[in-house]
């Protein structure tokens, strides 16, 4: 499987990483669950309708992070990435936490996709 980053994601990333020490051992880990199972996984995944793009978008609801042990199982963070079956890729769209912002950018997904 191969794996990009949008440069928004990167940005994502390094803010959080501020906050959140272990985030980037933390999202290692999801790359190698994305590895052996790419496509969502209702309920710690799903995929994000209404989009009117061809490309498969996918919301992780459920990321297990370090740094947020004991916060409760609904607060956390959230990764938006689109999974090409076709090439074997998986593209990092966004990536936040849930108390500072509740729904995914779907202009930053249009955006990029269409």
């Known amino acids: 499987m191969i794996f990009c980053e949008l440069d928004?994601?990167?940005?994502?990333?390094?803010?959080?990483?501020?906050?959140?020490?272990?985030?980037?051992?933390?999202?290692?880990?999801?790359?190698?669950?994305?590895?052996?199972?790419?496509?969502?996984t209702p309920p710690f995944s799903f995929r994000i309708d209404g989009l009117k793009i061809e490309t498969c978008v996918i919301k992780v609801?459920?990321?297990a992070c370090r740094s947020l042990m004991g916060r409760g199982i609904n607060s956390g963070l959230r990764l938006i990435y689109a999974y090409s079956k076709e090439e074997g890729r998986i593209t990092l769209i966004?990536?936040?936490?849930?108390?500072?912002?509740?729904?995914?950018?779907?202009?930053?997904?249009?955006k990029r996709f269409r």
Not at 99 to 106: A, L, M, T
């Open 94 to 110: 966004e990536l936040y936490f849930k108390g500072d912002k509740n729904v995914e950018g779907k202009n930053r997904i249009v």
């Open 61 to 63: 609801k459920k990321i």
């Open 8 to 40: 928004e994601f990167t940005k994502d990333l390094n803010t959080l990483r501020k906050r959140f020490r272990t985030i980037s051992e933390d999202i290692e880990v999801v790359k190698m669950v994305l590895e052996v199972r790419p496509d969502e």
